[in-house]
C-alpha cells in the first residue's frame, strides 16, 4: 500500500488562539539605562540573556513590542538622525539574533517640553495605552494574555489600565512617580529571571 502523507488542515476561522504581545520597555528592561542614550548601539547594553531569552520567547508564538518614551528626543537632547541610527543599530541586531519585533513603540513628544515637531501630546505618550490598543487593532493581540516587562512606573500603569499583566524589575527608582504609583502583579530581579518566568509559567499552563 502507498505511503499517504496526512494533511495538516488549517484550523478553521475564528477557532485560532489570538496572539499574545510581550511588550518590554527599552530602556531598563532590555537596554541598561545611560546618561549618554543613543550615542551608538552597543550589544553591551543587552540585558544578560536577552537575545536568548527573546528568540526563545518569539519562537513560542509572542509578539514582541518595544515600547518607551524617548524624552530625550523629545527635549532636543538627541537629535532624530541619531535617534534612527541608533533604532536601526538596534533592530540589525535583534534581527541577527533571529528576534523579530513586531512593533516598535517609541513616544519622540512631549506636551510641555518637547522642542519644534515634538511639542505636542500623544496617546503613544506613557501612561497613556494607545500603543498597546493599538497592537490590538493592528496585530489582534489579546491583552489579557499579554505582559508588560519594565521598570517604569509610566509603562506599567499603561499596562495596568489596559488589563495586561505586569511585570516589575527590581526595586527601581522609577516605580514611582508624582502621584503615579504602580502595584505590579509580579516583581523579579532582572530581565532574564522575568522572562525565564513568564516562558516556564506558560509552558506550565499549556502542558
Known amino acids: 500500500m502507498p505511503f499517504q502523507r496526512s494533511l495538516r488542515l488549517p484550523p478553521l476561522p475564528g477557532t485560532q488562539r489570538a496572539p499574545r504581545g510581550l511588550f518590554v520597555g527599552r530602556w531598563g528592561a532590555l537596554l541598561e539605562r545611560s546618561d549618554n542614550p543613543c550615542r551608538g548601539f552597543d ?4 540585558a544578560e540573556k536577552a537575545g536568548e531569552l ?7 508564538g509572542w509578539r514582541l513590542y518595544l515600547v518607551g518614551n524617548e524624552p530625550d528626543v523629545a527635549k ?8 534612527e541610527a541608533f533604532q536601526q543599530a538596534l533592530h540589525a541586531h535583534l534581527t541577527g539574533q533571529g528576534i523579530g519585533v513586531a512593533r516598535d513603540y517609541a513616544c519622540l513628544d512631549h506636551p510641555q517640553q518637547g522642542k519644534g515637531k515634538h511639542k505636542r ?18 496585530d489582534g493581540i489579546e491583552l489579557a494574555t499579554s505582559w508588560m516587562v519594565s521598570d517604569d512606573v509610566l509603562e506599567l500603569a499603561a499596562a495596568s489600565r489596559a488589563g495586561l499583566h505586569t511585570v516589575a524589575l527590581a526595586e527601581g527608582p522609577r516605580l514611582s512617580q508624582g502621584p503615579i504609583e504602580v502595584e ?3 516583581r523579579s530581579p532582572s530581565f532574564a529571571d522575568a522572562i525565564a518566568t513568564i516562558l516556564s509559567s506558560d509552558a506550565l499552563r499549556r502542558g
Open 76 to 83: 532636543g537632547r538627541v537629535s532624530d538622525a541619531a535617534w
Open 43 to 46: 550589544d553591551a547594553l543587552l
Open 54 to 60: 527573546l528568540f526563545r520567547a518569539t519562537q513560542a
Open 121 to 138: 501630546e500623544s496617546v503613544f505618550r506613557f501612561p497613556n495605552t494607545g500603543a498597546l490598543y493599538h497592537a490590538v487593532q493592528e
Open 184 to 186: 505590579a502583579e509580579r
